[in-house]
């Protein structure tokens, strides 16, 4: 049983940073990417950032040069880091992995940014 689960999240106010964390257990097949969704009150889900094994990234426009996604491939852990947070960042946050041919997804942690 694969299990994903999310940390880090909180209240910030604009301008300030969070690191949000991700690990993912379970799997007998290695972790293959590694990714961040969100999703803000009334709103589609959106991708925001990914990372394969081999340390490839991938970003939404709206947080290139704010946000960095990381990984540990030895503890299948995948962060977070946000930088200068706007209250348009406000979301829940979901990990997802993708293992064994498949997705699985954390249930997420909130983010709210006050300005």
């Known amino acids: 049983q694969v299990q994903v689960v999310e940390s880090g999240g909180g209240l910030v106010q604009a301008g300030e940073s969070l690191k949000l964390s991700c690990l993912a257990s379970?799997?007998?097949?290695?972790?293959?990417?590694m990714g961040w969704y969100r999703q803000a009150p009334g709103k589609q889900r959106e991708f925001v950032a990914k990372?394969?094994?081999?340390?490839?990234?991938s970003y939404t426009d709206s947080v290139k040069g704010r946000f960095t996604i990381s990984r540990d491939n030895a503890k299948n852990a995948v962060y977070l880091q946000m930088n200068s947070l706007i209250p348009e960042d406000t979301a829940v946050y979901s990990c997802s992995t993708i293992t064994g041919g498949r997705i699985y997804w954390g249930q997420g942690t909130q983010v709210t940014v006050s300005s």
């Open positions: 990372i394969n094994v081999s340390g490839r990234t």
């Open positions: 379970g799997s007998n097949f290695s972790v293959n990417v």
